[in-house]
Structures are given as C-alpha cells and as structure tokens.
C-alpha cells in the first residue's frame, strides 16, 4: 500500500500543481473501498497538501463521519468546475456529486437502521428517485448493507444475519450463561462450607 501510496498520491499531488492536461483524478474520485481511505488518510499526511487548501479541504471532508451537503459543497467550490480535471470532461463533476452522495449512504447508515426513503433522499441531497437508484448501487458494490420497502417507502439498514451466525451466537450466549451458572453455584457452595466451618468451630 505503501508503494501505491507514493505513487498514487504524490503523483496526483504533483499533477493538481502542474494543472497537467492529461486530467488525472483524484483518489476522492474512486469508488470507496479500504483501500482509497487508507490513501486519503496518507494524503492528510502529506505537508505538500497544505499547499493545495481546497483538495485538502474536500478530503478531509471524505473522511469523516458527517454528511455533506452537495448544495453546500457546490457553492463552496463551484471555481473547480474551471479546473482542468472538470473542465475537459464535464461528466467527472457528476461521478463527484455521485461519490459525495455514496458518503453519505455510509455515514446515514452508521447511525440509523431504518430510516423513511424521502428523508433519506432529503439528508442525502437528491430527489427520492435519484435516491433509489444511487442506494441501489452502493449496495450492489457492497458499500453499504440495505434492504428497500418501496411500498413503505422504507429503507432498512440493518445487517440480516444468515442461519448459521445466528445460531453460533446463541449458542455463544448459551455457554456464557452457563459458565455464569456454574461460577456462581462454585461461589455459593464455597460461602456455605466456611459458614459451617465457623459454625463447628463455635
């Protein structure tokens, strides 16, 4: 990882200074996997970034735990439409807006299990439709675990675990209750042979 690193993101740091025609992109451009936030958290480490306050700025937005709202964001940095990344391939800003909205899918689903499809769409940024495409394709590339009840207009966040777990964790639970029972009985039995102890020794 390291090696990809020092390719990868000293690269792009070095092209975003150079404005290189070739219009790289950008790790925050990628498709969220471990991989990219290990990338993105060595790429706040790197001084070099300090020089590039707006790219900082969007990462480390990319690796927190808040939503972002694109509204906001698109105002906020409406110049890089200008930039040569954006400017020569227009649809770049659309896979963008697409990524920020796949955040906020994984940050919506850290602190809720369910939650109503039109506030979900409302949170993210996006119409309902738009809304249900996009969650169906980040969980088809497995970003998130989810489950649409189109005729409640609900989603469901939470993880459905298959036969077997659920089996082994009760069976997890069964055996800590039983070595909770035996411990307390072996406590009980020693509590009553020092009490008759010191009842014979009266």
Partial sequence: IRDRYQRRVHGEVKTEKKKDEQGNEPAVHNIHNNEKLTLLNKF??????????V????????????LISWRHFEET???LKTHTVFSENQERWNVLKRRITEHNFRVTCTFYTQIQ???LAEMVDVDVD????????????KQVVAKIDRIAGVVDFRDRKGTADVMNEWSGGINEA?????????????????????????
């Fill in 130 to 141: 738009t809304c249900e495409d996009f969650l169906c394709e980040v969980i088809s590339s």
């Fill in 55 to 66: 790219l900082k700025s969007i990462v480390q937005q990319s690796t927190k735990s808040e």
């Fill in 44 to 53: 706040l480490e790197d001084e070099r970034l300090d020089d590039l306050p």
């Fill in 178 to 202: 039983l070595n909770l029972i035996s411990t307390t009985c072996h406590l009980i039995n020693k509590e009553n042979m020092v009490f008759e102890a010191k009842s014979r020794a009266k």
């Fill in 117 to 119: 499809l039109a506030r």
């Fill in 77 to 79: 940095y409406s110049s």
